[in-house]
């Protein structure tokens, strides 16, 4: 099993309850900060306003899908904020694009845990 990082704040932006939820628990189980939005236009403002360490975005969202709000994250902080994709998705062009539209790392769902602390490792290390 992969290394548990420092305290992250963290931002989960998912729409499916049952994903968010899990995805929250764990992170403050594990004592990050964690806060959340369900659909892409709160979620792009939630991590312009709070700049977290770490944004846990779903591609699929409603409102703004997750590559929209990559970009406008990107747009108005830049790279202040590691962001990870999530997505059912998995291929490589799929992964591809997500690094286009300004995500850090892509991580196929439904998540591995310990994918997951890699990236988490990873972000705080860069």
Known sequence: MTARCAPLKVVVVEDNTDIREMLEELLIEEGHSVSSAPEGTGGAKLIIHSVPDLALVDIGLPGLDGYQVAEAVRKEIGSKVKMVALSGYGQPEDKARALRAGFD????????????????????AA
């Not at 790392?105 to 994918?115: E, G, N, Q």
């Open 105 to 124: 790392a892509h991580l196929t769902k439904p998540v591995d845990l310990d994918s997951l602390h890699e990236v988490m490792a990873r972000s705080v």
